[in-house]
């Protein structure tokens, strides 16, 4: 079974402070993505990394930056962290997409910025 | 570049009634298609995948969907829904040849015993 893993359920961070979220893949995958899910907005990618130190932006990449150094860890990092970063944060990974390959999901993490 | 649409934001049905949502995407070239869902307090979890062949895709939990290509389309369906199908569905896409999956907003689904 493939498991992802980040290393929070719930995180409380003050305005301004640096931020990192860890997700942890044992699949060997070479896909791995950071999504924020938001009430009414469904699931938006934030970054995404397709191998080790390779990174693409996804859709709302402003705010943040990634961190890729070995296959299996891929860490979402918030510079400075601001109330509108208040969110679930998802990670998931995949082999590369091609037919039959899907992306897995963590449990998420609940980040509340005050 | 590719976007997916879900226009059911809250569908409310009771129990054994059938369920139809909609699914479109953007994107004119070929696509991976896939239909998730996430059950209360838990992770995102794949129902479905249309990659090719057969328009007519089987799920687990008695799911299934229909690609129309014409319509730009994945509709997922289920003749009979359970209490336990109280959940959000995700809709998400993704570009042949491209690593970037793309989601939709999601429908709630209410199933009322």
């Known amino acids: 079974d493939v498991k992802v893993t980040q290393s929070s359920r719930y995180l409380v961070k003050r305005t301004g402070e640096k931020v990192f979220l860890e997700c942890v893949q044992d699949?060997?995958?070479?896909?791995m993505f950071w999504y924020r899910q938001d009430p009414g907005l469904g699931l938006r990618l934030i970054y995404f990394?397709?191998?080790?130190?390779?990174?693409e932006k996804g859709d709302i990449p402003e705010g943040y930056s990634v961190s890729r150094e070995k296959k299996e860890r891929f860490s979402l990092i918030l510079e400075s962290a601001s109330t509108n970063q208040t969110s679930m944060y998802l990670c998931?990974?995949?082999?590369?997409?091609?037919?039959?390959?899907?992306?897995?999901f963590g449990q998420g993490t609940r980040l509340t910025v005050v | 570049a590719q976007s997916v649409s879900q226009h059911n934001h809250h569908v409310i049905l009771s129990e054994a009634a059938s369920l139809e949502l909609g699914c479109n995407y953007s994107?004119?070239?070929?696509?991976?298609l896939f239909w998730y869902v996430q059950y209360p307090g838990q992770h995102l979890q794949l129902l479905l995948k249309?990659?090719?062949?057969?328009?007519l895709v089987k799920g687990i939990k008695g799911f299934e969907a229909e690609f129309i290509k014409s319509k730009f389309s994945l509709n997922l369906r289920k003749p009979s829904v359970q209490w336990s199908d109280t959940a959000e569905y995700f809709c998400?896409?993704?570009?042949?040849?491209?690593?970037?999956?793309?989601f939709g907003t999601g429908t709630k689904l209410q199933v009322i015993p």
């Open positions: 249309y990659f090719s062949g057969d328009p």
């Open positions: 998400a896409v993704n570009e042949r040849g491209y690593q970037k999956v793309t």
């Open positions: 990394s397709y191998d080790v130190k390779m990174k």
């Open positions: 994107y004119g070239g070929t696509v991976n």
């Open positions: 998931a990974s995949s082999l590369v997409l091609g037919e039959g390959a899907e992306a897995f």
């Open positions: 699949m060997d995958h070479e896909n």
